[in-house]
DNA sequence: CTGAAAGCGCTTACAG
DNA sequence: CTGAAAGCGCTTACAG
């Protein structure tokens, strides 16, 4: 049982490969009744047309590329499954690769990506990647995180999530806000959020306590603690790793009284502090905006869109 | 500039469109000096030849398939980014899909797999799965985390694990050592580890004691919690959510002094208990494996090999 | 060692 | 409404 082609349809029905052609794409001149005769016959033997040659024709085979930092991320994996689930259902292929915040590899896959002649990608960005030739893909290109003039973006409002933190725990009557995240080198994650807070502390007329630091939970116990001595009686966390340090430390120091808040938010945290406020920074939906913001451009759409995703404050 | 074809180069460098065939597929029938020749036009002019064409004379596109149960689990896409990494840097298209522990996912994932014509795959088994047709893609088959006849797998030693643990605990004079799993009906994670624990205590002539829950912190927690009272002075966690549930209920309760080991490491244990007694189960070196068998049966091999990866404890 | 020719499985302009 | 023919960009058996 081999694999059958278009010829042996055409035998089959006892027509031209040209009708069997039309009728596998769709064209609407074929007589109903030869249509029919065609599709039964098709389905009878479970024929699949080659993705391959009908590629040979310009009918690109339905591909999109996406490159992470890390799979490793969760918050990145979790906007992977949906960008793949997505695309899943429209039929295409997704090529996945991770550029671990390497700007050499970065380029490398995305040149790997032309190659491939995928349709579009989306790629999470960081701060140092310097700009993306934007007219790659015709176009096609969502990027996450990170902006780009000329390029669609998505991304998350951390700043609001900075400032829910930061009124909630006003609202609770703290007097020392203090702030704990990672170094402005890191525009997203680090700065944006910490010139929320700033901002904040102006508005509130608060005194700013800040401590920042690498992105690794030893960093956020040391920070919370450092943060505590210097007079702090909150914390707003700036990134998920952060808070978890954070709540280690004061569950060791026998100190969860002290109100934690936090950007970012998970399991972990969850259950290391149930009753936390928090901001969900919403990146399945990000995932979603991206792969909608993608399909749209691949269907012919050629405006650029910066979407930013609201966060959700969750406290149980 | 429009798309260079094998057509082009030909013209350029003066010779047949086989000749130039000749030389991107490295016959070295080719005279050397026209090789040479036609080389320095391919690179100068930055041709590269058109996959689809060439799959359709037989050169299949360098693929494969990988599913995954969950992306964010951190043990599969530890395992995921080097199998990702591996095909990568053998100039294959990697194709990622997520089964979510879904027997019907996972077998429309496969077919898809079979129709795009992946040259193999490779995917996390679960308890469920039923039987997989090991025929399909010529026999390229690998499942990670779970055998079956005929197939190709690849495991980790969790028993062994186990069995560490518990010498560790029994060496450091626990008496009465307990282990905190998931159930049964979870074969890998579930059964035989807690297999291996009852092996153990019959060896050391311990009787078991034992909590089997649902594989979430609070659960674990919980059980940890039952598992004290129940007289353990020693517990054993099962996996990486249970043994995160029982740290953090651990120091609420200031009995962090209580032994604890782990199957299974991740970055919050390290930080809950820096110096905790461990089993890093290496699921990124069953990626690896994984990819290498895989690459190996694609490549020819027909022998079906079951691999073990043997984890490594560790002890700070 | 090399080229002309046939063929891979489709699509589509052309002619009917 | 439908078929014969040309063409997509390669590979490869054949002949030289």
Redesign the pocket.
């Known amino acids: 049982m081999k694999?059958?082609?278009?010829?042996d349809i055409?035998e089959l029905a006892?027509?031209?490969?040209?009708?069997?052609?039309?009728v596998?794409?769709n064209?609407?001149?074929?007589?109903?009744?030869?249509?029919k005769k065609i599709r039964d016959i098709i389905k009878e033997v479970g024929?699949?047309?080659?993705a391959?040659?009908?590629a040979?024709?310009?009918?690109p085979i339905k591909s999109i590329g996406i490159i992470v930092t890390r799979l490793s991320s969760s918050s990145e994996n979790q906007a992977l499954s949906e960008i793949i689930d997505f695309f899943h259902q429209h039929e295409y292929e997704v090529l996945v690769l991770e550029s671990r915040y390497d700007c050499e590899l970065l380029n490398t896959h995305i040149e790997l990506m032309v190659q491939k002649q995928v349709e579009g990608i989306i790629f999470f960005g960081f701060s140092e990647q310097g700009l993306i030739n934007k007219d790659l893909f015709n176009g096609n290109i969502v990027m996450i995180a990170v902006e780009q003039a000329g390029i669609s973006s998505v991304t998350t409002n951390s700043q609001l999530a900075v400032k829910h933190c930061f009124e909630h725990l006003k609202a609770n009557n703290a007097q020392h806000i203090a702030f704990l995240g990672v170094h402005e080198s890191d525009i997203q994650t680090g700065k944006l959020r910490l010139d929320a807070y700033k901002q904040q502390c102006q508005a509130h007329n608060v005194e700013p306590i800040i401590y920042l630091t690498d992105m690794e939970y030893l960093n956020g116990a040391m920070g919370c603690k450092t943060l505590l001595k210097a007079g702090a009686d909150a914390i707003i966390c700036g990134t998920e790793r952060l808070t978890g340090g954070a709540l280690v430390h004061l569950l060791r120091e026998d100190k969860i009284t002290v109100p934690i808040t936090a950007v970012g938010i998970n399991d972990y945290i969850r259950m290391l502090n149930p009753a936390i406020f928090a901001a969900d920074l919403q990146y399945a939906k990000v995932g979603r905006e991206a792969a909608i913001l993608l399909f749209q451009k691949i269907k012919g759409s050629n405006k650029n869109t910066d979407t930013v995703v609201e966060p959700i404050m969750i406290q149980n």
Chains 1, 2 share one sequence.
């Open positions: 694999k059958l082609t278009i010829r055409a006892g027509v031209g490969k040209s009708t069997v052609s039309r596998i794409n064209d609407p001149k074929v007589k109903a009744e030869t249509q024929y699949k047309p080659s391959v040659a009908r040979m024709n310009n009918q």
